[in-house]
């Protein structure tokens, strides 16, 4: 019943797209690429309070992240590297607002999909 419909908290997710190579003034490759995303889409699922030290470790020691999203949605297109906004609207004003989350880790069973994510700052 975790992700119960009335658990649900409206998030925005933006999916990795493509790398393009960056190019110099005379057309050869930097060495750098540049990365594009798609437009953000809301989704809603169940998102955790932050992490504390009493949590099983669910991703590993190792791993850095804040907080959980669960799902029973199979079909959810959520992947490592997503761009998310969570507790904030992803567009304003048709201006894209910078992400604050993105997702680390991606964690499948039979029913649900648990999904590390780590707070960002972006300028």
């Known amino acids: 019943m975790r992700t119960a419909q009335r658990n649900g908290s ?11 190579p960056i190019l ?6 930097t060495g750098e690429f540049s990365i594009t ?26 791993l850095n992240y804040n907080k959980t999203m669960v799902t029973h949605d199979m079909t959810c297109p959520i992947a490592e590297s997503t761009r998310l906004w969570i507790d904030k609207e992803a567009v304003i004003d048709n201006v894209e607002q910078p992400h604050n989350y993105v997702v680390v880790s991606v964690a ?15 300028t």
């Open 10 to 20: 409206k998030i925005y997710y933006s999916l990795y797209k493509s790398k393009t």
């Open 24 to 29: 110099d003034d005379y057309g050869n490759n």
């Open 37 to 62: 995303y798609d437009t953000p889409v809301a989704f809603y699922l169940s998102v955790s309070a932050a992490r504390g030290t009493a949590d099983v470790e669910q991703f590993g020691i190792n």
């Open 108 to 122: 499948r069973s039979i029913n649900s999909i648990t999904y590390a994510i780590r707070e960002v700052t972006v």
